[in-house]
């Protein structure tokens, strides 16, 4: 019985067998991200994901029975993390912000975190990967439907009819990606910020082009 005056500790309400498993499945994309970006596609194992999870290796097998499955559901997850940020990011841009400028800077701070080299490792093991690639090519697709929904949000629906700003934004990515790789082997700052300048405005004259076209 509790003292008098002593409020009772309040109780705490036991997690569902669903909230349990998506806190472990969590855990494991975490892990697989961080052993991908640390040890490489060839070093990242299943067993090695599930001891930094600090998990048991049935635990893992029950949730992703294969490795390619592990790690392309953690690209999925990286993929919704990052954009989620990125949404937040735009939308706390104070006004009169130049979004085209905010926009690409906040997309090379996506493309250069470490946690997109897990990415990068994956895409060019693909190559000789059958399958690990069948795992990657579905989940390509479902990210880019959920950009493109993204794209529908932001900009105007006269600039979302457009194919050419597909296209930009296809530019815009792989140019990232291929920076983020170009930067492993010599990171110029200098040269950096020329390239992303030069995409800012590339990025200016097709929307006004764009723009100009529905007028």
């Not at 130049?98 to 490792?121: C, K, R, T």
Request: glycine share 4%; net charge negative.
């Amino acid at each position: 019985m509790a003292r008098q005056g002593t409020a009772a500790a309040p109780r705490r309400e036991r997690r569902t067998q669903a909230e349990r498993s998506a806190e472990t499945r969590e855990r494991l994309l975490d892990a697989a991200l961080e052993c991908l970006a640390e040890h490489g596609w060839a070093h990242t194992t299943t067993t090695l994901v599930a001891e930094r999870a600090g998990l048991s290796r049935g635990a893992q097998l029950h949730h992703f029975p294969t490795r390619a499955e592990l790690v392309a559901a953690a690209v999925e997850h990286l993929a919704e993390r990052r954009l989620a940020e990125f949404a937040r990011a735009v939308s706390a841009l104070p006004a009169g912000t130049d979004l085209v400028s905010a926009g690409v800077d906040l997309l090379w701070e996506i493309f250069s975190d470490p946690s997109a080299y897990a990415l990068l490792e994956l895409v060019v093991a693909a190559r000789t990967e059958p399958e690990l690639r069948a795992s990657l090519e579905p989940v390509a697709h479902q990210l880019d439907e959920r950009f493109a929904a993204f794209a529908r949000q932001v900009f105007p629906e006269s600039l979302t009819r457009s194919a050419r700003l597909t296209t930009l934004r296809n530019v815009a990515f792989l140019l990232m990606q291929g920076l983020a790789v170009h930067g492993i082997v010599r990171d110029d700052p200098d040269e950096r910020r020329e390239i992303l300048d030069f995409l800012k405005q590339l990025s200016r004259q097709v929307l006004t082009q764009i723009q100009q076209e529905e007028t």
